[in-house]
Every structure is written in C-alpha cells, then in structure tokens.
C-alpha cells in the first residue's frame, strides 16, 4: 500500500537520505517538499518526485525556483516563508510528516502537523528540546505517534519494543566522542573549522558536525530523550562509544541491557521511522562482527567538554534554560563556522547566556520564540 509523507527539510542531509529510502522503496509518495533556499537540488527533487507542493523559505528563492518550473509540465504549486512551511507540514494528501529542517524554525510546522493528525518522523531536536513539554501533551490529545529519526533515539525507541510496562532502570545514550575525543582543552584552542567539520564516523550536515564535535549534539539529545521518552535526567546517561555501532540501549530493573546495534547510516533510523512497526530490506552493508573484534565504552570528559553537563543543568532548570541553551549554541555555531568567533567560544557563550538568563518556567510557544531572539540579541551585541 502506498503512504504519502511530506518532508520539510528535504535539501539537507536528513531530507536527501529520506528521499534515497524512498528511491529505494518505490511505495511511498511524496506531497510535499520544504527547503530552505537551495533552489537547485530542490528543482531537481521536484522533478524525480513530481510532489502537489513546495516551499522555499526565502522569499528570493521560492521567485526564482517559480520562473524554473513556469518553462516546465510540472504543476507543482510554490509557496514561501512561515506560510508555505504550514501548509506543507498539513497538505491533506500526506499522512506522515518528516520533519528534518535544522533550528527552532520547526515548531510551528510540528504542533499543526500534529493538530491536523499527522504522523511525525521527527529528526529535529530543537522541536523537543524547547517545546517538549507543549509537544508531548498535544500529540498524546490528537493521539498522534511521535517516531524519532535520531540514530540514538531510535535505537532507544526500537529496545524499548515488546517490554511496555516493565520499569526501565536508565537510558544509555551513546556518543562517538567526536573528531577531538581525548585532546586537551589546550588543543581544542587551536581548532579551526575545517578540523571540526571532520567526524570520524557519521556524514552529517556542517550545523550538527560541529555539535557533536563539542558535545552540544549529546546534550542536546538527552533533553529529547527526557520528552520522547518520559524519563528524568537522572536515568539518561552518555556512554562514549568511538565505533558508533551500538547506537543507544535501555538497561531494564532486572539489570537486562537491551541495545540496537548496525553500520553507523542514518537511513536505518529513516526507514524504520517511515515503515513501523513493519521493518524493510536493508538500507546499507549488513554488520560483520568479524571485521569489529571489539567493541569500546568510555565515560565522557565533561572537564574538557563542559558542554554536556550544561545541557543537564539546562534540563534540571527546565522551563526556558533548554531554549536559551539550544539558541546560543545555534548562534555561536553559525559564527563559527562564519570565522567570527573561536571554536571555544562556542561553550562560553552558552555558558553566558545561561547565567543572564530568568526562567520561565512554563513557556508558551510565543514565549520560546522570544527567549530565542533575546539570546540573539545579546550575543550579536
């Protein structure tokens, strides 16, 4: 049977494996497509997919990638900016949304994705990380399914599987470590772009390569784990894991360690998220266990990466801390990857802002978006 799924974010890495599990599998149709302003790979993803409607953020864009399709037979509909985004996270022809934009821009399109009673694929974590506690409540009012595409989370999700109401003892949330696993803070004064931008396992886009690099990605993976999974900070803890083959496990009260294990590719994490509970073909090479002989586990050096423990103080404060924590990392990120700040820069001025900031402790949507532009406002001071 076929589904039909609408992805915001198809120009990015997330979006583009989506669209190869589709490629692949021949039966799912897509609706609806949402980039940011690569109007190039867009146009070309219109053409292979041939979906009812697109939406290019910027407005510039979306005019330009207009007089490409008006020469065309494509009758693909345009729309831009917050507008087009809603209206492709609700098409009605699409019952499965994957949300995979980068940023606090996926809110808005999530909560009426989930109003209108879409399924949601979600691969952004700032969606969870600052509005978890209006998302949860609201997908468990439409009785809508929350699917995660995050490789941890959904290894997390698939090891909680056929064990509903057994007590689980902790989450154990694995991480790589990143390109500067066991430097020094020393060292980690002389990085420069191109070093961070190397991950030594995972082909990601430049945003979440630096977060992992510095941890930010790991913290910010355990403040979604806390809403995807209904857990307290307490019972998550990071494992790093440098092969990045077992991807996260549960341990159970009965001291029972439940892990999902495969090849370090994030169309695993996609196909199942667009087909559960029923699993597909492979997505890439199988695992040999002969070629890994052995497998390693660390504690990370939260001295060294500081930005870990930050993520849990933000989770412990709760309210607006998470948002504050998640938009200052974005805006120090984008500096950085711009050469306008140091690579170190980017903890402290997560650091910074969290000191300045007072909590809100129950954020409305409004709310969030203006503690966002607030730490902007600080920071480009």
Known sequence: ?????????STGSIGTQTLDVVRTNRDIKVEALAAGKNVALLLEQIKEFQPRLVCVYDAGKAKELEILLADSQIKTEVMTGMEGLLACATIPEAEMVVTAFVGMIGIRPTIEAIKAGKEIALANKETLVTAGHIIMPLAQEKNVTILPVDSEHSAIFQSLQGNAGNAVHRILLTASGGPFRGKSKEELQKVQVEDALKHPNWTMGRKITIDSSTLVNKGLEVIEAKWLFGVEAEKIEVVVHPQSIIHSMIEYEDGAVIAQLGTPDMKLPIQYALYYPERKG???????????????????????????????????????????????????????????????????????????????KNPSLEEILATEQEVYRRLEK
């Not at 049977?1 to 974010?9: A, C, P, Q, R, V």
């Not at 890994?292 to 500081?306: A, G, H, I, M, N």
């Not at 404060?317 to 820069?345: C, H």
């Open 282 to 360: 492979p997505t890439s090479e199988r695992l040999d266990f002969y070629k890994l002989r052995s497998l390693e586990f660390y504690k990370p050096d939260t001295e060294v990466f500081p930005a870990l423990s930050m993520a849990y103080e933000a989770l412990q404060q709760g309210g607006s801390m998470p948002t504050v924590y998640n938009a200052a990392n974005e805006w120090a990120v984008a500096a950085f990857l711009d050469r306008k700040i140091r690579y170190t820069d980017i903890v402290e001025c997560i650091r910074r802002e969290m000191a300045a900031h007072a909590v809100i």
């Open 1 to 9: 049977m076929m589904k039909h799924i609408s992805i915001l974010g």
